[in-house]
């Protein structure tokens, strides 16, 4: 038996919910990534399965690593047809808001579902949750959303109805969101529920292959050329930067994922405790932070790039140029060399 980590009253009230609306809608944040997904499908095809009307509605398209997961086609992208996902949100009766703790999570999203009259419920593992929902899901202790979602399923008494399709893709997000069990990955009931997907039927090294270790020969030189050309160690503060402009992108054809994990890589190096990569788009510069130990790269990104996350891995947005946002990091940087004295590897 698992713990109970998700309060009894919350169980009992969504268990009221499913049994009260049939017709329901999934949302997750902004570029989704596998926890994401992952949730999202995952309670998809197990809703499904007891004859519930699902959508899983997301802001913006998906990773190109995810595709293969059963379920990804009937998956609505917001910014592709805004008209179609209002309608249903509007027409939903029960809202599930997985893996995110704010309605600013989901870019173009939040307005349709912060004016949606349906019940919410979310599901998340982030920090400080915005009580924009009717029940509260939410265990910045657990690794992943998907986790949380086995762990409602189960405790709802409805385990036995859990397709192969859900378990893979709840595999899918405790692998992603604990980089394939090497960090937030040390609770022993991780891997009785690993069991449990894999006493379902899913094959765990074939997800890894389908998702952790497919490149294209694009993706893998222009992680090539960033770790070569672009990685600054700035050793006085254990911290790692690495940059890549809209042009170098273009230069690697760059496709949605191609950088994905990037930001962890200099984190390999020893003494560092601190990494961040700034990716230019069209109107802003997408801020990703890693961190070892106690370094908050959550604090660093809510102070200053509009954003935040968890402690070890942050993100957010800055609005300027790429020079303006090295300025500003090299700037930073010291104010922070108090948490580096725990820390030194
Ligand atoms: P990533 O670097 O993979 O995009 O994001 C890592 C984590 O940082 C995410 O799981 C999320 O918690 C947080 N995060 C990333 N971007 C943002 C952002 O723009 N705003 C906020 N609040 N959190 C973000
Ligand atoms: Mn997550």
Redesign the pocket.
């Known amino acids: 038996m698992i713990s109970k980590i998700i309060l009894e009253e919350c169980i009992q009230q969504v268990s009221k919910l499913l049994d009260k609306h049939d017709n329901i809608v999934i949302v997750c944040?902004v570029?989704p990534?596998g926890?994401a997904i992952g949730s999202s499908l995952g309670l998809y095809h197990f809703l499904e399965e007891i004859g519930k009307r699902v959508t899983v509605i997301v802001p913006d398209s998906l990773p190109k690593n995810l595709l293969f997961l059963k379920g990804v086609k009937d998956i609505l992208t917001y910014t592709r047809y805004p008209e179609y996902a209002q309608e249903l949100i509007e027409q939903a009766e029960l809202i599930f808001c997985l893996?995110f703790n704010?309605l600013?999570?989901l870019g173009d999203l939040e307005e349709p579902i912060r004016k949606a009259s349906a019940k919410k419920v979310m599901i998340d593992h982030?920090l400080c949750p915005e009580p924009f929902c009717d029940v509260i899901i939410s265990h910045p202790q657990v690794s992943s959303t998907c986790e949380l979602v086995f762990r409602l399923i189960c405790r709802m008494g409805m385990f036995e109805y859990l397709p192969l399709k859900s378990a893979n893709a709840i595999y899918v997000g405790m692998m992603t969101?604990t980089g394939n069990f090497t960090y937030n990955s040390n609770k022993p009931e991780m891997y009785f529920i690993v069991g449990e997907l894999i006493k379902k039927g899913i094959n765990k090294d074939d997800l890894y292959t389908k998702v952790c270790n497919t490149n294209s020969l694009n993706k893998l030189r222009l992680n090539g050329f960033a770790i070569h050309e672009k990685l600054t160690v700035f050793e006085p503060h254990h911290t790692a930067m690495i940059t890549l402009t809209k042009d170098e992108l273009k230069r690697f054809h760059y496709q949605k994922g191609d950088s994905?994990g990037l930001?962890n890589v200099p984190l390999s190096i020893p003494g560092v405790v601190f990494s961040a990569?700034f990716r230019e788009e069209d109107d802003f510069i997408?801020?990703?932070?890693?961190s070892k130990g106690d370094f908050p790269a959550?604090k660093v990104?809510?102070e200053w790039?509009?954003?935040?996350?968890?402690l070890n891995?942050?993100?957010?947005?800055f609005y300027g140029t790429m020079d303006e946002i090295i300025t500003r990091f090299v700037k930073l940087l010291p104010q922070y060399d108090a948490y580096l004295k725990t820390e030194t590897n």
Do not use: I, Q, Y
């Open positions: 944040h570029s990534d926890d893996d704010a600013s999570r982030h969101d994905e930001v990569f997408k801020v990703s932070l890693r959550n990104a809510e790039f509009n954003g935040g996350g968890h891995a942050a993100g957010g947005e």
